[in-house]
């Protein structure tokens, strides 16, 4: 990836993060307002309703106080307590309620039989008990109540009040249905107000007008939860397939006349409006990220492009140095820090070339001072036996004639030996100095390995040293690409390695595989091994682990391996021996299995 699709993704993304950052933090913003504004209508409609109920609670109030505090009732009340019969004020609870506007009044006696009831007379002289077992003292505030009709149980605001004459107390229970103050309550449009109506016995009801709206195991279990826990609660409902919309829907725990909660009141908020603005905002915001998106990946391409430009000459200039044109510079158009970087690339250059002038003649000195080193080295072994058998030659002329023959006939093989000997180190040099140029062709690989264990074979069984071989050929290598006779010295270079790395014999195993788009050629022996010192400097020209030998037989190895663009690398182990790995290229890019077979 160049450096201009790198800054320009760079600028790209940081945009788009910026842009999306900015969006959704709109976005949320407007979700905050949006749920405080639904805060503050839900409250306002709460604190109406609460308005309204006390409002009602103290017009039930003062009504059922006015009719106890009656002239007509404290009559009653004395009349009973001196022992009239209750029967004869089976209607004396119906007139007080019409008088006060109540749902419901009823007149009880201190055992808590009904006298009168202006919303049930049938209910004469049935016991109510319920305010008589409750151990604390009366309630003075009107509260809810669930109260029996010959409707069913009806949701009502009460209020009880004593009527006390003759050292007896008479009750009187007057109230008016709830539904009275949901009908007061004006709520805003999105909002719906119900009361969900729960009996001490049977299933609960919904009042109101959303009640047909309300009936979904989300709600079950928001007025669960209330009742549970008598704390105002509150959720997201779906309002079904008829309304495809949705609203937060609250939930109020209403005070009762014990601890259960006889009621709660349900405020639904529609989020339809907030829904719809929520996702215009949200298309705005896409819409604006996008041209952002695309004007700021526009102008960071201008940018990047203007910015790449230089670095991107300068990279290319890097690259041609590398390939070795010496001769290249970099224009200098500014002063900022490329333009300094570029004036500095000029000035590297030019150091390079005197640097490089310089070390070309250095190591061309250093190079003819090793070879003078090493030739000397390797001339002075064989001279010296030499000079001290031409000397016996003479002294034997001079002291022994008739012993002459027999010195001669062996100084004459020792002068041979030692001359086939100069001539060996010569032939190394000048096949080092001058390889020649490589003639490629086909090669099999595996034949030409075949070939060269069949020429050691006589070495190989060579008594008490005896090297066991293992070939290990793979039949699919295909052809090589290289020049035989070189391959081939190549082989036999490293198998004469290998026989002098094991001195007491053991085996010597030849392996041929492909890997990827080369053929491999492994050569494996178990001699003493090496150190990773040694595998580092093994492919040094004039270094030898040898007593005798010059250093340039896996010198030259490499140098062949190198002309035919193969790679050639040494793995060993101290006492464990020593594996040549040499990689060679396919011949016109051959390539085959790899279905190892032994032979």
């Not at 993304?13 to 749920?35: C, D």
């Not at 077992?133 to 949701?155: I, N, S, Y």
């Not at 005070?255 to 929520?278: C, F, H, I, K, W």
């Not at 001079?398 to 001539?423: C, G, H, M, W, Y």
């Amino acid at each position: 990836m160049s450096l201009k699709t790198k800054l320009l993704l760079l600028v790209t993304v940081s945009i788009t993060a910026s842009v999306g950052a900015v969006a959704w933090l709109i976005e949320t913003r407007a979700h905050e307002a949006f749920r405080q504004v639904e805060q503050e209508r839900t409250a306002t409609l709460v604190n109406q309703f609460r308005r309204e109920f006390e409002h009602e609670g103290e017009e039930i109030t003062r009504g059922v106080e006015t009719i106890a505090g009656s002239d007509q009732m404290l009559r009653t009340a004395s009349e009973l307590a001196n022992g009239a019969e209750y029967a004869n004020y089976l209607k004396e609870a119906a007139a007080g309620a019409t008088a006060q506007r109540l749902d419901f009044l009823d007149l009880i006696a201190p055992d808590g039989a009904i006298i009168s009831s202006a919303h049930w007379p049938a209910r004469f002289g049935y016991k109510e008990r319920w305010f008589l077992d409750r151990p604390a003292p009366l309630p003075q505030q009107a509260f809810l109540k669930h109260v029996e009709t010959p409707q069913g149980m009806v949701l009502a605001m009460l209020c009880l009040r004593p009527v006390r004459i003759h050292g007896l107390s008479f009750y009187l229970i007057g109230g008016r249905k709830l539904d009275a103050v949901l009908q007061t309550l004006s709520p805003p449009e999105g909002l719906r107000v119900s009361i969900y109506s729960a009996p001490e016995q049977g299933s609960g009801e919904l009042l109101g007008p959303a009640k047909e709206n309300l009936a979904s195991p989300k709600v079950a279990a928001l007025i669960q939860k209330v009742m549970e826990q008598h704390n105002e609660a509150s959720t997201t409902v779906d309002m079904g397939p008829d309304l495809p919309q949705e609203e937060i829907l609250h939930a109020i725990p209403l005070p009762g006349y014990t601890d259960r909660v006889p009621a709660m009141l349900l405020v639904g908020n529609s989020l339809e409006q907030e829904l719809l603005l929520e996702k215009r905002i949200r298309n705005i915001s896409l819409v604006i990220a996008g041209v952002g998106v695309f004007v700021g990946v526009i102008v960071s391409g201008i940018v990047t492009a203007r910015v790449s430009r230089p670095i991107r000459t300068l990279a290319q200039a890097a690259a041609d140095i590398g390939q070795g044109n010496w001769d290249v510079r970099v224009e200098t158009t500014g002063k900022d820090e490329i333009g300094k970087l570029a004036l500095a690339f000029n000035q590297m250059t030019e150091e390079l070339i005197g640097q490089r002038e310089r070390l070309l003649q250095s190591e061309r000195v250093a190079a003819w001072r090793e070879l003078a080193r090493r030739l000397a080295h390797e001339l002075k072994n064989p001279l010296f036996p030499l000079q001290i058998t031409v000397e016996n030659l003479l002294r034997a002329r001079q002291n022994s004639p008739e012993q002459f023959d027999e010195v001669f006939r062996e100084s004459t093989s020792t002068l041979l030996a030692e001359i086939a000997n100069l001539k060996t180190i010569i032939g190394r040099f000048s096949d080092f100095s001058k390889m020649p140029a490589p003639q490629i062709q086909a090669v099999d690989l595996n034949e030409m390995v075949r070939s060269v264990n069949q020429l050691f074979q006589g070495q190989f069984t060579r008594e008490p040293a005896r090297i066991r071989t293992e070939l290990r050929l793979d039949h699919d290598v295909p052809p090589v690409s290289g020049d035989p006779v070189l391959l081939r010295r190549v082989v036999e270079n490293l198998v004469l390695n290998a026989i002098d790395a094991m001195p007491k014999g053991g085996t010597l195993t030849f392996l041929t595989r492909m890997d990827d788009k080369f053929a491999v050629f492994e050569l494996s022996d178990t001699g003493a091994g090496l150190t990773a010192e040694e595998c580092d400097r093994l492919f040094t020209p004039y270094y030898t682990t040898k007593q005798h030998g010059t250093g340039l037989g896996l010198a030259i190895v490499q140098s062949v391996v190198s002309d035919h663009k193969g790679r050639i690398s040494v793995s060993s182990k101290k006492d464990q021996g020593t594996t040549f790995h040499v990689e060679l290229p396919l011949w016109g890019g051959a390539s085959a299995g790899k279905d190892v077979g032994a032979s």
